[in-house]
């Protein structure tokens, strides 16, 4: 492991940073290969260092304001399709594919909130002393990304980038006979970036919030196209209930022609089934 290197960074700062970094948790994050160890002040001090208000924030579920700096930052040299790992202090995993998380611009934005030893953050819960520190992913503008709170991954000690999903599990891949320039190909990215965060396919995943979408049946064998449509823009236009987790997608998170190539790709992975797992 060796130290962070930061750019644009003076002797103060180093100092600052070697100091802080003897009583402060680090984070370790590992990219490539490569482990380094970020003191929470040294990443305070990188230039894209920012305050950010936070309406209704998830872990908090008030408005919040905290020193942050955007997930990038600690995350140089990871591809779009890779996946990236937030392990907490308990051990918990949150997967997130690198597309969202390295997203910049005026669509959701996602920043690694630090909490120091000088501005502590509040207790989450009253008489227990554990904060949502000492890193916290925080979004702005989430409902432009449909980013669900599952998406805010808190208590973070350790990121580490990993293979994309599909190196991982390529039982997800659409028929490798298929053009570069197939819809269903474009689909399957949509797929990754918006519905892998939650469901299976084929099994094949790191998250199982929802059902997996193609084992037993593909949701394109038991619903109609246009309800099947419906459901992915809005599950709640079509069965309503008050523990339904599954967010809408609207037009700005997935465009029409995303979610007619969406659709393509779930109806080609219904030939691709893999094997129900045995009883
Ligand atoms: C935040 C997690 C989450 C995301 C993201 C998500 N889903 Fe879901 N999905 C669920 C859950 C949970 C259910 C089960 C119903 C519920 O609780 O809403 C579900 C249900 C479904 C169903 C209905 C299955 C059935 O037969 O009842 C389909 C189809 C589906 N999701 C497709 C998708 C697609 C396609 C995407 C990507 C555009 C997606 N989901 C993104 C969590 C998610």
């Known amino acids: 492991m060796r130290a962070a290197s930061l750019p644009a960074f003076g002797v103060f700062g180093i100092t600052l940073a070697w100091c802080a970094w003897a009583n402060e948790p680090a984070l370790t994050v590992t990219t490539g290969g490569n482990t380094v160890s970020y003191a929470p002040a040294a990443l305070l001090a990188l230039p894209s260092a920012a305050t950010l208000n936070i309406p209704n924030d998830v872990a908090y579920k008030r408005d919040m304001t905290f020193h942050a700096v955007p997930v990038g930052a600690v995350l140089p040299g ?32 996602a920043y690694l909130a630090i909490e120091s030893t000088d501005a502590p953050w509040p207790p989450l819960k009253a008489g227990d002393a554990a904060t949502a520190g000492p890193f916290y ?63 299976t396919l084929n099994l094949g995943g790191d998250s199982t919030v929802g059902p997996d979408l193609n084992v037993p049946y593909n949701p394109t064998e038991y619903m109609r196209p246009d309800a099947l449509r419906r459901l992915i823009r809005d599950p709640q236009s079509l069965r309503k209930w008050p523990a339904a987790r599954m967010p809408a997608f609207g037009v700005k998170v997935v465009s029409d022609r995303d979610l007619t190539d969406l659709v393509a790709y779930l109806q080609h992975m219904a030939d691709r089934k893999a094997p129900s797992p045995a009883k």
């Open 78 to 109: 990871v591809r779009a399709d890779e996946t990236i790992r937030f392990v907490t202090r308990d051990g918990f995993v949150a997967s997130l594919p690198a597309a969202a998380l390295l997203a910049t611009g005026d669509g959701a934005v």
């Open 137 to 199: 992913v925080v979004w702005l503008r989430p409902e432009r990304g449909a980013i669900v709170p599952e998406q805010w991954p808190y208590q973070v000690v350790r990121i580490e980038a990993v293979a994309p999903l599909v190196k991982r599990f390529p039982m997800l891949a659409p028929a490798a006979t298929l053009s570069a320039r197939s819809p269903v190909r474009h689909g399957f990215d949509v797929y990754i970036k918006n519905c892998s965060v939650c469901h």
